[in-house]
């Protein structure tokens, strides 16, 4: 391959490619050395006046890679050279630049990698068909039929490819489909995360790239998005470059190639990868030359900027009212004839599928927080709990957990709105988009270990169910208002992407030859720093701003898609709350005594007798079906999904207790003594059904049991069965449930019993000298007596068959009583109660 490679690139057409990657790299430096003054005059003047918009509720983790490992597993590799698929060991660590191993032990032994792979600017692919129809598009006048054999033969089914429209393509495979849905899941991410390579921190430098980038395309005619956006500066600027000489080459290269149809084409993608390779080394070299040129004058230039700040302030308004004067009328007939009527459609698309997304965010969020608190339940201690704060601490990088939330972005389509406003591909909104449900998702994660960890530590570990329950609600509503801020301003971005190069596109012709005779109004001192193309932009901009923000701030205000206000601000909402943001990441692992993963993937090491610190490896792949795969290729973690959570099973360990005859819940004696406590029409022998019903609250499954009366009064007696204190109960219980409120209550009505018991037993004995001594009169005089009572009044029997819920009569259920032997009722005379039997009920209502 390599005697293809150096025939048609021979030393000529190698100095042909370097002279023009530094043609352009020259005409770049000299708008990019522009735009740095303009970025630091923006920096600075930002920094004086101050301004920004409202500030986020939930917390941000400053580095959340640190010395994490996100993922490494083995598959099979495609070698180039042999043509054979060898089985290779996948590292992917905090920088998202996947290394393979020849084996496991040589990643642990420290050894370099065989193949480091950056995948800005790739694309993973999941089928020889899609792969197919994207080699046709490289090479134009040689394409091969899908049916067609393909130059690789894949070992299996399951073909994983990472696709680059100039660099080398890397191919593999797994066994098993669930190994390829979670491996592409896995490769997307590394794609997604390489993709974002400039850092927002830096204020000059990124600003200035990303506007020399645009202008330069800008002035070759090349308006809208571009999808070659992505990676490092210099990847971007030789993506630049591979633009135009890609097609020179592939034009002039082409033709030459010779064989079969598979053949050439792989002949020129191994043409296209050399290339590459020596445009991005030209290009890495000669920008870091040009930031170290710029960022040496950065000092004196930032002096004279704080001293005439002012006057340049007054002359940039000053020249911009004049060029306000030429552009606005145009901008504005452009706005109302060609924009404003699609700014509500393209919004609308913008919406659904971003506020889907980012409603999956949250609810991953509270599913992960719901098995976190069913594993406490279930008793699974300190250490456990130390292993799932491990796990969540990483969820925002989890490939797998995450992509259900990717998933639903990846529906936003802007059919019919691209070749009007010249959008390439939704892909970059996509991406962005993407990014900011995960940074939303860490940002979570990590106010909720905040609050968590200065909760334990105040109130201590006891009731951690319900601290964790307080600090989930605080940290959703804050999520709530966060994810509300950042899909308006994405909102607002997306539409300033899309509308602003259609305008200027349509406004360029008629306003740049008029621009130069402006800068004779700007002040040579100035010069440097006030340009009349950025104030041409900045004017476009501000007239088409005004129909952005009405038509965000309807959707808002009509809370379309969850979106708040902008007057909605909670700036003071929780002042302590940014002051934990300050404090060091929480090591739970160490706090609450988690169980290190075994090998080299955690832990410290020992090497030469000095301990050495590894990376862990947080975040990997959970076993499917809870058992591994036959060529199962991902490292496994136990995750919170091998928990068992199924009604009717018990937690490893556990052992079902063994309750007695007068304990059991289920049994006779136990129904009927908790039927009369809660409701003395039962103890009187009416027909009940019971059905038995299901109940995980906090985690437990007790026996329950519905008491239904004729049919028409049901009675849920599901926490009943833990009202005795010598029935222990599994789960720690809310003192606000449902399950303590009955407890009180039938608490305090045994408390009535036994207060009124020694009077009743006093009383006994006298009624029964009253029955011997009188007959019937005097238990009619008892019943006048009674009837003329007022501060206790006498019960009503209802015999008929239609008993409702409030008779009126109390069942007194001593464990001791047995459920055979007839109630006694009771009836209170000025003071006393005395015992009537039964039997004579119906005398005493005659």
Known sequence: MGDVVSAHLDESRREMITARTGGVIRDFS????????VALFNSVRYEIEGGGGPQSQLLHRKDPLAGRSIFSGSLFQYQEESRKWRNRFVSVPDSYIIGLYESKTSHDR???????????????????????????????????????????????????????????????????EKEQTKWHAVLQDCVRHSNNGLSEDCSVQTPAFTDSVRLFRQAKGNYGTWDMMCGKPPQILANLVMETLHPELRSLIGPRLRGKMQQRQRHWMLISDAVYKQVLTQTSFQYDALVDSCEAQRAPLDARLRTDMDQMITSKEHVSGKIRALVLPKAEQTLRANVQPYISSILEALMEPTSRGFSEVRDVFFREMVEISKNSLNGGGK?????????????????????????KVEQLNLDGLQ????????????????????????NAVYTFEQ?????????????????????????????????STVRKKFFREALLQIIIPYMLKQLSPACLPELPRFKELIFEDFSRFLLVENMFEE??????????????KEAAVQRRHNLYRDSMILTNSDPNLHLLGESSAVDWAAEFGADEPEGPAGGESVKGGVPVSRRRQVVSMIKLDGLPLPFESCMEVPGVELIPEEDGEMCEGEEEEDLGPSEDPKSPDRVNE??????????????????????????????????????????????????REDVPLKSPIDKTSPQTILQGLVGRKKQEVD??????????????????????????????AESDNESSPAPQVVTDSSLQNDSGFQSQANEGQEEDEPQPITNGLNGEDKIIDPMDVEVILA
């Open 539 to 552: 004017l476009v901009l501000q007239s088409v701003s005004k129909d952005i923000m009405m038509a965000v």
């Open 674 to 723: 908790i039927r009369g406590l809660i409701n003395p029409v039962v103890a009187l022998g009416l027909p009940v059904v019971e059905e038995t019903k299901s109940d995980i609250t906090n985690g437990t499954e007790p026996t329950t049991g519905t008491v239904t009366l004729d049919d028409s009064v049901q009675m849920d007696v599901t926490h009943v069965t833990t009202v």
């Open 383 to 407: 250490d456990k709990m130390g292993d799932n704060m491990e796990r969540l601490s990483m969820l925002a990088f989890h490939p797998v957990k995450m992509q259900s939330c990717y998933e």
């Open 755 to 784: 207060t009124e018991e020694a009077a009743i037993q006093n009383a006994i004995e006298e009624i029964e000298i009253a029955v011997q001594d009188d007959d019937s009169e005097k238990i009619a005089e008892v019943s006048t």
């Open 110 to 176: 420290g050894l370099h990698p065989k193949v480091s792979i950056n995948c800005a600017g790739y694309k993973a692919l999941t089928s020889m068909e899609e792969y197919m129809e994207l080699i046709n598009t490289s090479l134009p006048d040689i394409k091969a039929k899908v049916a067609s054999n393909p130059f690789i033969k894949c070992a299996s089914q399951f073909p994983l490819i990472l696709w680059h429209p100039y660099a080398r393509h890397h191919y593999f495979c797994v066994m098993t």
């Open 451 to 483: 609050l968590l960890h200065q909760s334990l530590e105040t109130k201590g570990e006891e009731d951690i169910c319900k601290t964790m329950q307080c600090c989930q609600d605080r940290v959703l509503k804050k999520y709530d208002y966060d994810s």
């Open 419 to 442: 070749q009007r406003f010249d959008v390439a591909s939704p892909s970059v909104f996509v991406s962005r988009a993407q990014i900011l449900m995960r940074e939303q998702m860490d």
């Open 30 to 37: 000299d708008v990019y050395e522009q735009q740095y003054a």
